[in-house]
């Protein structure tokens, strides 16, 4: 069913989405978190995400001030690790601060340091919100960034989070090629053991696990064909195959999109579902009115935000996914939404524009290092030729 069937010029038959109150309560995790999050203390990186990038899917980046602006990005630098030489390859941003302690003590700074590295989940969204919000992300050394998401892949093609104490699944496939494709830089990676990964995640019904032999999953099976397609390698999908999971895919709606067979929907599931359609072509053949209905059903009148289910407590992770599943309908106000990275289409255009200048910079260096090869070796020529001559002068 095509969105067209519901008349968006009268908006007295539709409920509303409270754009100014959603942009309020994303503001509002920006400046003080309450208490039922403090388990989450050590992902605030994905807080600032969703909250940032949030904002910005509602046209409402103009709301964070220039100097919160600077705060913001001067916080997620203070987070990046860029190991010694002597060091592991454990470059990336941390999730908090906690790592970080405010004294002069060397040898206490020097014993944490051994605990400072970069985790893939908060390095993906440090970047995002980075870029988000203009950031040139010249202060990134994407190189060592990009060494620390080589050293936590492991010989089956999967990733780990961190270079210790965390699991490798689906999830972390998606965060290093999310952080290989924003960084433009995929050296060390090995792009064909991650593929086989993925395809060997493929389960009988056409849905992607977690792991190896798990069950089919919305969110990892978005995670699969992201990294496909942000690897490049989207197209190794046979027609068969891409139509397989796009039937799985579908089946998922029920009025809103639940994740696994037999379970409640649930709104982040717009997102998760909604993007892996989008990636494959396919979002097409949902009914995007229900679709609608069942995000906004998740809608807090009084302070905004969305939440997992009706009549719910509101979060900021369910506010961006239910404003990005309503995105991909052309909800009207909404900033389109780039599915496989997450960020908005406007962040997305920045990104490539980082990515033209970062690739001038490097051609124009090569080009650079090739005339001054051209040039030292002319010179070691006309060298040359000066010394035999002064030689046969000398001889005669």
């Not at 095509?2 to 008349?7: A, I, L």
């Not at 988000?132 to 190189?143: A, F, K, V």
């Not at 490798?168 to 086989?196: P, S």
């Not at 609608?292 to 998740?298: A, C, K, M, Q, V």
């Amino acid at each position: 069913m095509s969105y067209h069937v519901v008349d968006m010029t009268d908006p007295s038959e539709l409920e509303p989405v409270l754009h100014s109150k959603h942009a309020k309560n994303l503001l509002r995790f920006l400046h003080l978190l309450p208490a039922r999050m403090s388990s989450h203390d050590n992902t605030r990186s994905t807080i600032v995400f969703f909250a940032v990038c949030g904002l910005d899917v509602l046209n409402s980046l103009h709301l964070i001030s220039p100097q919160l602006r600077k705060d913001i990005i001067d916080w997620t630098y203070g987070g990046l690790v860029v190991p010694r030489e002597n060091e592991k390859r454990r470059g990336g941003f941390m999730g908090c601060r906690a790592m970080l302690p405010k004294t002069e003590d060397a040898e206490l700074l020097e014993c944490m340091r051994q605990y400072q590295w970069g985790h893939l989940a908060m390095t993906y969204t440090s970047i995002a919100v980075l870029v988000t919000l203009g950031d040139d992300l010249s202060r990134l050394n994407r190189q060592s960034i990009v060494e620390g998401v080589a050293a936590v892949q492991h010989a089956d093609g999967s990733f780990s989070a961190s270079i210790d104490g965390s699991e490798n699944d689906m999830r972390f496939v998606y965060c290093a090629a999310t952080i290989c494709h924003m960084l433009d830089c995929w050296d060390g990676v090995n792009k064909e053991a991650m593929f086989q990964f993925i395809m060997r995640s493929l389960r009988y019904d056409y849905g992607f696990s977690q792991e190896l032999e798990g069950e089919s999953h919305g969110g990892t099976t978005f995670c699969a064909l992201a990294a496909l397609e942000l690897s490049g390698q989207l197209h190794r999908l046979d027609e068969t195959t891409v139509e397989r999971i796009k039937r799985w895919l579908v089946f998922r709606q029920m009025d809103g999109f639940q994740g696994r067979p037999n379970k409640p929907v649930d709104t982040c599931y717009s997102f998760w579902i909604g993007a892996a359609l989008r990636i494959l072509n396919g979002f097409e053949l949902t009914d995007y009115a229900q679709n609608r209905e069942y995000i906004l059903s998740t809608q807090d009148e009084l302070i905004g935000g969305f939440a997992k289910w009706p009549k719910s407590t509101p979060d900021p992770f369910h506010t961006y996914l239910g404003l990005c599943g309503l995105a991909f309908i052309g909800e009207p106000g909404l900033n389109a939404v780039m599915p496989s990275l997450n960020i908005s289409m406007a962040a997305y255009v920045h990104l490539n524009q980082l990515h033209e200048r970062w690739r001038a910079n490097s051609s124009g260096l090569t080009h650079d290092l090739t005339q001054l090869k051209l040039s030292v070796g002319s010179n070691a020529e006309a060298a040359t030729k000066t010394t035999s001559s002064s030689s046969l002068i000398s001889a005669q």
